[in-house]
T-cell receptor
Framework: DVKVTQSSRYLVKRTGEKVFLECVQDMDHENMFWYRQDPGLGLRLIYFSYDVKMKEKGDIPEGYSVSREKKERFSLILESASTNQTSMYLC????????????FGPGTRLTVT | KQEVTQIPAALSVPEGENLVLNCSFTDSAIYNLQWFRQDPGKGLTSLLLIQSSQREQTSGRLNASLDKSSGRSTLYIAASQPGDSATYLCAVSGTYKYIFGTGTRLKVLA
């Protein structure tokens, strides 16, 4: 079974802090994704990566950056956390973009105070 | 721009009922459609994947159909149980990304 893990289930940070969310998958998938999920807005794509060191902006990249130094690990970085970044963050991976199913991690509930 | 809609937003049914969840999309140029289940505060669990060339997929009490030409998919749940209570999301895949609906929140009453 594919396993996608995220570094924290719950995280509380202060405004202005630099925040790192880590995601690791164990199935050698090429593609990894970061989403945020908010009530009434559904899942929105922040960034995705189709290979090591490659990244593409999603629909809402502002205020975020990503890093993919190894194939199995995809990090989401909030350079200076703000209260409007309080959300559920979900990481996913897939063997190839679009043609295969996505597998999701358990999510990180981030609260910025 | 692809848009995915799920109606109804919420549904409450008594245990044992057969039910249908709907998903519609505006652009028929998709690679596949995936149905997920999400429990409160948790990640998404994949239920069924339908490739664009397929018409339906079945897993246990779940059956998903796809009609690309009309931009619609349905998830049929037979003999619903309280354990089926969750939010169900559909997602369609394009060339580079997946587009999600906002989900149907299902409650099955014992």
């Amino acid at each position: 079974d594919v396993k996608v893990t995220q570094s924290s289930r719950y995280l509380v940070k202060r405004t202005g802090e630099k925040v790192f969310l880590e995601c690791v998958q164990d199935m050698d998938h090429e593609n990894m994704f970061w989403y945020r999920q908010d009530p009434g807005l559904g899942l929105r794509l922040i960034y995705f990566s189709y290979d090591v060191k490659m990244k593409e902006k999603g629909d809402i990249p502002e205020g975020y950056s990503v890093s993919r130094e190894k194939k199995e690990r995809f990090s989401l970085i909030l350079e200076s956390a703000s209260t409007n970044q309080t959300s559920m963050y979900l990481c996913a991976s897939a063997p190839a973009v679009g043609r295969y199913e996505q597998y999701f991690g358990p999510g990180t509930r981030l609260t910025v105070t | 721009k692809q848009e995915v809609t799920q109606i109804p937003a919420a549904l409450s049914v008594p245990e044992g009922e057969n039910l249908v969840l709907n998903c519609s999309f505006t652009d028929s140029a998709i690679y596949n459609l995936q149905w997920f289940r999400q429990d409160p505060g948790k990640g998404l669990t994949s239920l069924l994947l339908i490739q664009s060339s397929q018409r339906e997929q079945t897993s246990g009490r779940l059956n998903a159909s796809l009609d690309k030409s009309s931009g619609r998919s349905t998830l049929y749940i037979a003999a619903s149980q309280p354990g089926d209570s969750a939010t169900y999301l559909c997602a369609v895949s394009g060339t580079y990304k997946y587009i999600f609906g906002t989900g149907t929140r299902l409650k099955v009453l014992a």
